[in-house]
């Protein structure tokens, strides 16, 4: 079916269809996707945008393993001077992975003049700013839509949809292997281990889930999706990170009876006085709210702007073609020239200005559940009470269950008021010294997501 | 503060910053909360996306009337020639609303040159093809991101974000009157004539709510957003409308003890043909889905691509400052000429293709749930088992019971497996023409939303 519509015949007047040639490197999960878009959904996009797309060049070390696409006759090539040859190519597209290798190949994409486009989420977050500047001095730009929540389109909505607005907060669940274990602890109480083992044999969790499951892949996210929502460059180091390692069912089940669901959360708060406090951590969030109800390895985020209030999006954050939509939708952007406008206007306030917009995790303020191992004597209520106290923590609510176990102590659950960070590392320190209670303290934050209702 | 880190700086080569000049018809609520924008956040737009907006000229009748914005001094106008007449104006916005003198301004503003940006949905549902004809012959652009669920950036999602995908469905709760009455109904357990009186109260329904009420604003949505997710000129004519008016509570109820939740929404679904079934209806949708837990005037769109499967976008619908957000964020857009190469390449098949790809009511095929209400005397199960058998109906699930009303009758609820439209109102016929049954019977679509689960 051909497209009709056009600008073309309606001025009287032929705009050209725009013709672009794509080099793809990596020709993994993500690669074959991108690779079946363009080459089984060309006609359907060309229809609907007006641009052509071809796959000139297909670069990958592995050259025979089959998969489920057929690419043109001589396209896949494990070469990458016959992508960075090929002046034809104009769009290269990395989908390799990691922070040596691929930098690499994107350094020279962008040397050899092509506009880049990528998934590549630790790549940004770690090198970035070195990556736009040679972007910039070459007169290329970077996309990276696919490197957050997959096929959700948040970097255009942080760019573009919510332009005019100032940012005042932002909560992701932006890691779907952790939502999913998470997810399944909570509905299924299952235990961490079990939870993990069955994410990995579905497909939600990588062999290896460590950049997962301790928050470091969150990290990488909210590192770009940061940039975009307040306007600066932050580095891995401006974000507190704790993963999930540790998170017990007891605590969610606690959690739960409290009225709480256990989320790992990519935090972005903009405080009074203007700083940003940059945090992933595992949070108690109401279970009533929008993001407790994201289930599985599905990706949600949720940002408040000053005129617009609360938007939410959702959408799955993983996965061949969820990603290879958003690679192409960029490789399409990119093909209008309209990701090349926004790239060179947009504006990220430097590093030297950044330190003092950056909030300490110290000075964070938020409410904490705690669990602690108390002995079954006497005493336990006024220990807990004193030491809270003597560090001007409030206690909001407590939950201590009848019975006890083998080792002959009772879990006992205090949720607090608004607390600095500071007061309660001191707290929890003198908790874990006490004789009255075993073992160390859990604390977990709870995370008070400013509702924007009207019922 | 200034904004820093500028391509410019960096390549040692100035890239000026694109200095734009904003004329704005119609200074009511939406007029005030654009003016408000341009002016108190100009600078932070500028450090943020590396444009400059200045207002160079506001029109509207009454220009003595205070709002809450202080407006430079000359700016102010009744005069639409001024706006038209001065060259250093690029964007016009209309935020006039109405169809015919908002055309007028439309078309004279895009005849002198001025790219057009509105809110104005009723106008582009019934003439957008003939204004957008018009900004092709004048080289412009008409960007409209407002028109369509307030601050939520859907319009950009399914233009840019989701461009890659054949979209297979769409559902939106595009009308926040609607669904604010519907969630005071569903929680509240309000009638509708109270659930109307405290939306009116509280800001979210007009004085005259009919377009809101009769389904005609969410229409006029559809036909905007399913043109952007089908990519076909659709007309109001091609939509099934059918609005709130008699919804009873008692429905509502027994739909919650079914499991099912009452919302209005705008559908846009392909079937296995590729014909798109455009409809706006009241709809039982699963208590546990996503959209069912969107409350109050809030909006939110679920849209299904076949590479990213289900994404979701939630907001605020309307409201002076959500939809100015949206607003002024098309004005960056068109500022930075991404929007005017969109729209230039943008293509929808035309109307002599669209008659045979829009599915007519009576094909579609979906679950109802129909309410009689049965005369208290034997034979009635068997009177609308027959019925429906007869029409090749299948029966889901009844409730009914026990008890009666002081006219002897009792409600007989029945939900129905997958039916066609057609086989469904002739047994209503013969439901409503039955000795069994008083009055005309009550029902509603069951809308099954394909929930994309993995846990």
New interface residues.
């Given amino acids: 079916m051909q497209?009709?519509?056009?600008?073309a015949e309606?001025?009287g007047d032929l705009?050209e269809?725009?013709r672009v040639r794509i080099g793809l490197v990596g020709f993994g999960t993500v690669g074959t996707?991108v690779a079946k878009?363009i080459c089984e959904?060309a006609n359907?996009?060309t229809?609907?945008?007006?641009?052509v797309l071809e796959l000139g060049c297909v670069v990958d070390l592995d050259t025979t393993t089959p998969r489920p696409v057929t690419l043109p006759d001589g396209v896949l090539t494990s070469d990458l001077n016959q992508l960075l040859n090929d002046e034809s190519i104009t769009i290269g597209v990395e989908l390799v992975g990691g922070t040596t290798i691929a930098k690499d190949i994107q350094l020279q994409m962008l040397r050899a003049g092509k506009h880049v486009v990528t998934a590549n989420k630790a790549l940004l977050a770690e090198h970035g700013a070195e990556l736009?500047?040679v972007a910039?001095?070459n007169?290329r730009c970077l996309a990276f839509?696919a490197s957050c929540a997959?096929?959700?389109?948040i970097v255009?909505?942080l760019r573009?949809?919510?332009?005019?607005?100032?940012v005042t907060a932002m909560y992701g669940i932006v890691n779907g292997t952790c939502n999913?274990i998470l997810?399944?602890m909570s509905?299924k109480q299952e235990e961490f281990a079990v939870a993990l083992a069955q994410a990995q044999e579905?497909g939600?969790a990588e062999a290896d889930p460590t950049l997962d499951i301790n928050g470091g892949d969150s990290a990488h996210k909210l590192a770009i999706l940061g940039s975009m929502a307040f306007?600066y460059?932050i580095e891995l180091d401006d974000i507190f990170v704790q993963g999930l390692e540790g998170v017990a069912q007891d605590d969610i089940r606690y959690g739960q009876e409290m009225g709480y669901c256990l989320k790992l959360l990519a935090i972005g708060e903009k405080n009074a006085e203007g700083r940003v406090s940059l945090r992933v951590h595992p949070s108690f969030i109401a279970a009533d709210c929008?993001l407790a109800?994201v289930?599985?390895?599905?990706n949600a985020i949720s940002v408040f702007?000053d005129?617009?209030?609360?938007?939410?999006?959702?959408?799955?954050g993983a996965g061949m073609?969820?990603t290879?939509?958003?690679v192409?939708?960029d490789?399409?952007?990119v093909a209008?020239?309209?990701s090349a406008?926004?790239f060179?206007?947009?504006?990220?306030?430097?590093r030297d200005?950044v330190a003092s917009l950056v909030e300490p995790i110290d000075d964070c303020v938020s409410r904490f559940y705690i669990r602690v191992m108390a002995k079954d004597e006497p005493g336990v209520v006024a220990g807990y009470g004193q030491i809270l106290g003597k560090n001007e923590i409030s206690i909001s609510g407590a939950l201590q269950h009848e019975g006890h176990g083998p080792d002959n102590t009772v879990p006992v659950v205090i949720t607090t008021h608004e607390t600095p960070t500071r007061s309660m590392m001191a707290a929890l320190k003198e908790l874990g010294d006490s004789e009255l209670f075993s073992g160390e303290p859990v604390c977990i934050r709870i995370v008070d997501i400013p509702e924007?209702?009207?019922?």
């Fill in positions: 497209p009709t519509w056009a600008l309606i001025a705009v269809e725009k996707g878009l959904k359907a996009i229809a609907k945008m007006g641009v736009y500047h910039h001095e007169g839509e997959g096929g959700i389109p255009t909505a573009t949809g919510l332009a005019a607005n100032e999913y997810s399944s509905s579905r939600f306007g460059e929008s109800r289930d599985g390895s599905f702007g005129a617009v209030g609360e938007t939410l999006y959702y959408g799955r073609m969820p290879a939509s958003a192409v939708a490789i399409i952007d209008l020239g309209n406008t926004t060179q206007h947009l504006q990220l306030k430097p200005e924007d209702k009207d019922l």
